[in-house]
């Protein structure tokens, strides 16, 4: 298999409402909204966040994002009232754990230097 992008997919039950929360979480509304239920986010030419609409999963996804600052990017979380959890110390990688409004979980994470 040769993949030329990848999209992580999270299912909401209030596209608006978590629409709005990933728009806080990312910084930006979303980039484009190919169909009515479905808003994604690009980040590069390679990799994007999907949002889709479908009540019946909502509260059933993870998704992780892999950062060079952990500290700050969960500094800004906190700014933005997205109640991010503590720094958690692991043995390859540091990370911050939150959850959308379906409960959907999103991970933050830091790959540890050696």
């Known amino acids: 298999m ?5 999209f992580a997919h999270v299912s909401c039950s209030d596209l608006a409402q978590s629409s709005d929360w990933y728009r806080r979480l990312f910084g930006r509304p979303h980039d484009v909204s190919p169909m009515a239920a479905l808003h994604e986010w690009h980040h590069g030419h390679n990799t ?9 999963a909502a509260g059933k996804s993870t998704v992780t994002f892999i950062v060079s600052d952990l500290d700050s990017e969960r500094q800004s979380l906190a700014d933005q ?5 503590e720094i958690e110390e692991g043995d390859s990688a540091r990370l911050v754990r939150l959850h959308d409004p379906d409960g959907n979980l999103v991970v933050i994470a830091q790959a540890r230097q050696n």
Request: avoid cysteine.
């Open 2 to 6: 040769k993949i030329a992008k990848i």
């Open 48 to 56: 994007g966040l999907q949002l889709f609409l479908d009540p019946a």
């Open 81 to 85: 009232n997205l109640d991010p959890g």
